[in-house]
């Protein structure tokens, strides 16, 4: 597991008809041998994820790489200077570039916390019935991280273990909102952003096991379509 950040130049986003992440992915898939692009869109569970984040005078993008499979699109990523965005005219310019230390999965185990905060960077859902929800709730946020767990690290965390570790997690103060993410034009997707302090409350081996899950989140994203845009966290353990 990597990610890598790019600072990116402040633009204008009010004209784009879907969200600049969308855009940034068209693109990075562009450069990309076209096989290589087709196979990972093929699959159920990519193994990437990638948000943008907007901030005073720039753009975060940051895109997360699970397996081997999604290398070409980190190294697109270290060969651009200028991402091509349809409804930017000149494009916007690359500013920074800032690659991680790959992490082993063995360390989502290390130093477990007991409290620690959690950035919904970019808008987080998951289904709910036919239809996504911008309504907040732990669990079935986990369960497309446990799927991902399973099959890139095999690594498995049932569904009814999620339902007995998210007993043991409280909320004491958030602050999150309603947030709609662009797909394109007349497809907007319901979800929410904000930040929120987690407490665990489990013995320490279940304290072990979500933090696992949320550190695991960075990478994999958190809810449902994680590598278009959504569901992108920081979490912030000091």
């Not at 943008?52 to 753009?59: D, K």
């Not at 494009?91 to 999965?105: C, K, P, T």
């Not at 965390?157 to 947030?179: G, M």
């Not at 320490?204 to 809810?223: D, H, K, P, V, W």
Request: hydrophobic content about 40%; overall charge neutral; glycine content about 6%.
């Amino acid at each position: 597991m990597k990610h890598i950040d790019v600072i990116l130049q402040k633009r204008d986003l009010s004209r784009l008809f879907s969200s600049l992440t969308i855009k940034i992915n068209a693109f990075l898939m562009s450069k990309i041998p076209p096989e290589t692009a087709e196979l990972l869109h093929k699959k159920d569970l990519r193994p990437y994820s990638m948000f943008t984040l907007e901030q005073t005078n720039n753009i975060v993008f940051r895109l997360n790489v699970l397996t081997g499979d999604a290398m070409p699109l980190y190294d697109a990523v270290m060969n651009t200077r200028l991402f091509e965005v349809a409804g930017i005219e000149g494009g916007v310019a690359v500013l920074e570039i800032v690659e991680h230390e790959e992490l082993q999965a063995d360390k989502l185990f290390e130093r477990p916390t007991s409290k620690f905060k959690i950035l919904f960077a970019s808008p987080a859902t998951y289904r709910h019935g036919s239809d996504y929800t911008n309504v907040f709730a732990i669990q079935p946020l986990l369960y497309s991280v446990a799927d991902k767990l399973r099959l890139f690290e095999s690594i498995d965390v049932t569904n009814d273990e999620i339902k007995a570790l998210c007993e043991t997690v409280k909320f004491p103060n958030y602050k999150l909102s309603s947030a709609v993410f662009r797909v394109k034009r007349g497809s907007p997707v319901l979800g929410f952003t904000g930040e929120m302090n987690v407490e665990l409350c489990g013995t320490t081996e279940q304290n072990r096991r979500i933090m696992m899950l949320f550190r695991y989140a960075e990478y994999s994203g958190l809810g449902a379509k994680t590598a278009l845009g959504m569901g992108g966290i920081l979490l912030d353990e000091r």
